[in-house]
């Protein structure tokens, strides 16, 4: 069923591809950990995916956990999203103008998530983070941001940011190009740090006008946190008339129907959607208190605008996608797929005294350098742990694994990973683990 024995001519024909690329794209690639810079060796080249499996461009086969880094909960191709959008192609695939379909997904979803009040639809979880961010400063008249170390917001420049080395909480620009001075207008938190929110608070509390968190940090790892912490963090915020911003582009449809804003029962004032939303399209959207997103344009006076913008495509494959994980009851049988998964393979990891775990949350799971204590900042996370991901992760995927190609990255369960798939992906994770020669310093 997973035949290898071709693997050298795989390693060659993806290894042509990867050359070629080099040649007309920055590293190879269009979005920078799809290199496998973090993992070592030559990107596969994929030709085709169905339901959980990949199919490499010389045929292979490997059992997906990264499924397009979240947004197919259904497994690649499901049947009923791929019928939605053979439907909306026989319609039109684009109007830049009015249409029905962005209607029906806007109303699904405020209808549905009662803090989502209005929203409006956008390409990518970058825009409609940047987007948000437009909205808070215009609604508060105040410029600066508190992020915080290890939460990810997209690639605009405010959020290309790191703690900076000077002045706790004062940023750094985390990539070339940001302007110091737009950088220096976000703040930076470590997360599980209550205090360290209320000093900058203290000092800068007049000044900001969002603090704004993954309530389930996926990005670097899976950082799962208090609900104290959370909790804590918009409490202060609100003393200070900073407005809360939830971005749930990762966790938001995935780990519940309304995110982890259901999960914790909390009501941001606005919250970013993305990956899921679109099921495999590029939709993403912000949305939340209506006072608010009447501030955009052309109801109000911060501009945003996109010519491909709620694309009719994406809307139909969207909503599709929302009514058969609601309709079908895919939270439970995802939640009840990954625990089992994740459990079994924890206790073999454990029986065998292998320096390695996965933590979980729903059906996102993170496998990662065993701990003591459950990891919930950027700097509990050993730092052997990227180069002993790296071996692990080339065995499984000689072992027909793909798994995300980073040790910072997370996986995710799909409703089309079947228990003979997730027999077979259990032995080769573990195989993978137990063959590769851990190092722990
Ligand atoms: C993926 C992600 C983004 C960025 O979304 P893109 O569609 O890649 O621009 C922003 N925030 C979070 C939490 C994400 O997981």
Not at 258 to 287: H, N, S
């Amino acid at each position: 069923m997973f035949p290898q024995q071709a693997a050298i001519d795989a390693e060659d024909l993806s290894r042509k591809y990867f050359e070629r690329a080099l040649r007309v794209c920055p590293g190879g690639v269009h979005s920078p950990v799809r290199a496998f810079k973090g993992v070592g060796g030559t990107p596969i080249f994929f030709r085709s995916a169905q339901g959980a499996k990949l199919i490499s461009v010389d045929g292979r086969e490997y059992i997906d956990f990264c499924q397009s880094f979240g947004p197919l909960m259904l497994g690649h191709r499901d049947p009923d999203v791929s019928g939605a959008v053979e439907e909306a192609i026989e319609t039109a695939w684009s109007f830049g103008a009015c249409e029905p379909y962005s209607l029906e997904l806007a109303e699904w979803i405020t209808s549905r998530l009662p803090w989502v009040e209005m929203l409006r639809f956008v390409s990518s979880g970058t825009e409609a983070v940047m987007s948000a961010l437009r909205v808070a400063r215009a609604a508060t008249n105040r410029n600066r941001i508190l992020k915080f170390e290890g939460c990810y917001h997209g690639h605009s420049d405010s959020l290309l940011v790191k703690a900076g080395s000077g002045l706790a909480g004062l940023a750094a620009s985390s990539s070339a190009g940001v302007s110091s001075q737009v950088a220096s207008e976000t703040l930076v938190a470590h997360l599980d740090d209550e205090d360290a929110v209320r000093k900058l608070f203290d000092e800068f509390g007049k000044e900001i006008a969002a603090v704004i968190l993954e309530p389930l940090p996926a990005n670097y790892g899976l950082l799962i946190q208090r609900r104290d912490f959370i909790e804590e963090v918009v409490k202060i915020a609100r003393e200070h008339g900073a407005l809360v911003i939830f971005d749930e582009v990762i966790s938001g449809f995935r780990v519940a129907l309304g995110g982890m804003a259901e999960v914790l029962g909390m009501r941001p004032d606005l919250i970013t959607y993305g990956k899921v939303i679109g099921g495999g399209f590029p939709v993403a959207c912000y949305g939340g208190r209506k006072d608010l997103m009447e501030l955009v344009a052309p109801a109000g006076p911060v501009y945003q605008a996109g010519t491909l913008s709620a694309n009719p495509v994406g809307m139909r494959a969207g909503l599709a996608t929302l009514k058969k994980i609601e309709s079908e009851n895919v939270y439970e049988k995802l939640e009840w797929k990954t625990a089992r998964f994740c459990e079994d393979l924890n206790g073999d990891l454990k029986q065998r005294d292998l320096p390695f775990q996965l933590t979980r949350s729903a059906s996102i799971f993170w496998l990662h350098a065993r701990t003591k204590e459950p990891i919930r900042r950027i700097d509990q996370i050993p730092s052997h742990h990227a180069s002993n991901f790296a071996k692990v992760f080339h065995r499984a995927l000689d072992g027909g694994i793909y798994l995300a190609p980073s040790g910072y990255e997370v996986n995710f369960m799909s409703l089309a990973h079947s228990d003979e798939l997730l027999e077979h992906a259990h032995d080769a994770i573990l195989r993978a683990v137990e063959a590769s020669q851990l190092g722990n310093g």
